[in-house]
């Protein structure tokens, strides 16, 4: 990150916390410290006098021993836990609110914040009238970063306060174009990339007096709905085109090496868009198009995967790599794989991945559905 130009992260929680404060510390990278909270919802929790005392205990312990650490920025204070209007949350405003005086009396040297998704005017609305001692406002936003500044221009007459973008990037898979049997469509790396060169400079509200700034989204290698949708690292931290577009935005110069450039991914001559409908137990073909084929692309791997569909609950996604079927896999010739579909009907997908020799990959995939005979 410090190589690309970045100066600070955002953690989701406490977890390896001192690991990770240290080691910004080493690269002079500032950290805001996620405390994480549960929903406002969890009615079980914000009810529980136990549970509530056990959090702040908890957080008091966490906040008395890191605020001194060199690398600290400030205290997030729940991410995207929700401000709603309703009487039914009482208690979790009167949690969140003696939490906030905890903080600033046991750091008072570190501003807190929170994290909303989008520019929700509900939400910013409870914070101010209820809420108000929270330093700023930081929000999560994807695919409706266009519209973040006039929201801001529209509703500076109740809050101009600062504010943070703590996580933006390409339209997450809730936001998307999807096949008919709602498999959302995921763009290739190389449109990503140019998806947030895009943003950045025609939707990032840069010139506002009140902006402190933005956090590109990593997820890390974990799954939403795909591995791929939103790491800007593989697996084994190879980077993407997305880093390489990172490294402009927060220095003004391109790398000397770029990741490589895919132009698109079909399956037997479709696109995703196609509603691509196939009868089990026979044989297609899938192919990767690069924009141009460097000398160093050294490796592609190919994976079937069944489509990520479980969800336990609204607020708690699946993380967990669905298991492959690598083994229908026949031949593989150039940027083409033959493949034989699973037997069993149900919605999957075809991944390619390149590698080139210098630490750099480009990710495409494509869904289809199985129909068995």
């Known amino acids: ?3 690309s130009g970045g100066n600070t992260i955002r953690v989701w929680d406490t977890s390896n916390l001192k690991q990770v404060l240290d080691e910004a510390y080493a690269n002079n990278i500032a950290v805001i410290a996620g405390l994480p909270m549960p929903v406002s919802g969890i009615f079980s929790f914000y009810n529980d006098r136990s549970k509530v005392s056990a959090q702040l205990n908890g957080f008091r312990s966490i ?3 890191y605020s001194t650490h ?3 920025l400030m205290w997030c204070l729940g991410n995207e836990v929700d401000f709603p209007y309703s009487p039914r949350f009482t208690h979790f405003y009167q949690v969140y609110r003696n939490l906030l005086k905890m903080i600033h009396e046991e750091d ?4 807190v914040t929170t994290a909303l998704i989008n520019f929700e005017r509900r939400c910013i609305y409870n914070i101010r009238m209820k809420i108000p001692e929270l330093d700023l406002i930081s929000i999560n936003t994807f695919g409706s970063l266009h519209t973040l500044q006039k929201d801001l221009d529209q509703f500076s007459w109740f809050w101009d306060g600062p504010f943070l973008i703590t996580e933006w990037g390409v339209k997450g898979p809730w ?3 999807a096949t008919a049997w709602w ?3 995921e763009s290739n790396s190389t449109v990503k990339a ?3 060169l895009h943003l950045y400079e025609h939707s990032m509200p840069v010139k506002d007096p009140r902006f402190l700034g933005a956090f590109v989204f990593l997820w890390g290698y974990k799954q939403e709905v795909t591995h791929t949708w939103f790491n800007l690292f593989s697996a084994n931290g190879d980077a993407s085109e997305t880093v390489n577009v990172m490294q402009y935005i927060w220095t003004g110069k391109w790398p000397a090496h770029k990741a490589p450039q895919i132009k698109n991914i079909l399956l037997d001559g479709k696109a995703a868009k196609d509603n691509i409908i196939l ?3 026979t044989v297609h073909t899938a192919e990767v198009f690069l924009q141009h084929t460097p000398a160093d692309t050294t490796s592609v791997r190919w994976e079937i995967l069944k489509e990520d569909w479980y969800a336990r609950n609204w607020y708690e996604p699946n993380t967990k790599k669905p298991s492959g079927h690598d083994s229908l896999l026949v031949r593989l010739q150039g940027h083409k794989a033959f493949f034989r579909t699973p037997e069993k009907e149900g919605p999957y997908r075809i991944f390619a991945t390149f590698s080139d020799t210098r630490g750099y990959f480009a990710s495409a995939n494509i869904p289809f559905y199985v129909i068995e005979q």
Request: net charge neutral; aromatic share 0%.
């Open 1 to 3: 990150m410090q190589l």
């Open 63 to 65: 906040v008395k021993r």
């Open 70 to 72: 060199p690398a600290l």
């Open 108 to 111: 008072p040297d570190h501003p």
């Open 175 to 177: 936001e998307s174009d």
């Open 183 to 185: 498999a959302p469509i």
């Open 194 to 196: 140019a998806q947030h």
């Open 279 to 281: 009868n089990s137990k």
